[in-house]
């Protein structure tokens, strides 16, 4: 599949993911539908003029399965809770996409001990690392690396 670029202006940031690079006016991402206006990717009506494609920065996320933020769960408290701290974290991600649709979240997937969800942005793993362990207790711990832009959250309660 050929990639659409044709909304891209100005200098190519290195970070192909960068939520603030400049698009074309209006760009309509041709994944999610999200509409580039007035310098932010916007909920809103898709224009019948002028249009330019592209894939918004959350959906570039996706298709390369690369996240900003990952939330590690894991003990033996989350077994017996797990629907209630995966609903915190869907609310949250609500919350955020409404004034922020890049704000996503990718992927839950859980094995046997440990449930990671990936966001597209480091600010919405956080938020939801913090809300878990506010409303549950536990032990949280969040890291960074300086020279890459990912942040891993790490939640834990045993009992
Ligand atoms: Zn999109």
Redesign the pocket.
Known sequence: MEEARRGDVGHESKNPYYEGRKYKEPTF?T????VYREGRWINGEVPEDNLNEA??P??RRKRDKNPEGLVYLSGDYLREHKEEIIAIARNNEKQAKSTRPLQQIMWANCDSNTLEIATTNEHLARRIGKAIKRAHDGKLEIKSANNERLVRVYWAREE
Not at 31 to 34: P, Q, T
Request: with cysteine.
């Open positions: 991402c994944s999610c539908g999200l894939l918004c959350a959906c």
